[in-house]
T-cell receptor, first 117, second 112 residues
Framework: GAVVSQHPSWVICKSGTSVKIECRSL??????MFWYRQFPKQSLMLMAT?????????EQGVEKDKFLINHASLTLSTLTVTSAHPEDSSFYIC?????????????FGPGTRLLVL | GDSVTQMEGPVTLSEEAFLTINCTYT??????LFWYVQYPGEGLQLLLK?????DKGSNKGFEATYRKETTSFHLEKGSVQVSDSAVYFC???????????FGKGTTLSVSS
């Protein structure tokens, strides 16, 4: 099946710093990727839709100036958490769709755990 | 709007027991349905999927049938193993290029 990678898998940073998370589709191209956030023992919360060549679409309540998304190429989307604070600590997961229009499947990255001290 | 409801957990079973995790959905169109599994500290792995009514998805002994009449996609396995312990998510894909809609997840714990 299709493979999506994320880097880094773990990051610890000081409050006020910025952190960049990469999401790559390794063996297919993705004009769209999705960024989710997951709190402990909870489901995934969609943060934004990353679109190659255009601006990201953010879900209601997600600060676009805090969570900067750049879809640099057909295989790479980045999420930058700017001026991170402890409440931004979470598990961030990306996904990319692949397959035919009527049989598309979302493939997920392994996630990035962010801890802001 | 579209939504997914799955049974609350945790579900605790002994090894070799039969597993059912219920999932029902609400959708205006003809969605694709998915089960994903998440092991501790990891991302989501696709377990199985079905793209139209009466389709049966299956993988690693797990099965789920897309039932349009009951708007359900229940996950079943005849004999669970300790290694099946994980969180299972039912999800709905309304249309191509859009994000999935997830249920809240069901934690399965299997003991030997």
């Amino acid at each position: 099946g299709a493979v999506v990678s994320q880097h880094p898998s773990w990051v610890i940073c000081k409050s006020g710093t910025s952190v960049k998370i990469e999401c790559r589709s390794l063996d297919f191209q993705a004009t769209t990727m999705f960024w989710y956030r997951q709190f402990p023992k909870q489901s995934l919360m969609l943060m934004a839709t990353s679109n190659e060549g255009s601006k990201a679409t953010y879900e209601q309540g997600v600060e676009k100036d805090k969570f900067l998304i750049n879809h640099a190429s057909l295989t790479l989307s980045t999420l930058t958490v700017t001026s991170a604070h402890p409440e931004d600590s979470s598990f961030y997961i990306c996904s990319a769709p692949q397959g035919p229009h009527n049989g598309e499947t979302q493939y997920f990255g392994p996630g990035t755990r962010l801890l802001v001290l | 709007g579209d939504s997914v409801t799955q049974m609350e957990g945790p579900v605790t079973l002994s090894e070799e027991a039969f597993l059912t995790i219920n999932c029902t959905y609400t959708a205006t169109g003809y969605p694709s349905l998915f089960w994903y599994v998440q092991y501790p500290g990891e991302g989501l792995q696709l377990l199985l999927k079905a793209t139209k009514a009466d389709d049966k998805g299956s993988n690693k002994g797990f099965e789920a049938t897309y039932r349009k009449e009951t708007t359900s996609f229940h996950l079943e396995k005849g004999s669970v193993q300790v290694s099946d312990s994980a969180v299972y998510f039912c999800a709905l894909g309304a249309q191509a290029g859009t994000a999935l809609i997830f249920g809240k997840g069901t934690t399965l714990s299997v003991s030997s």
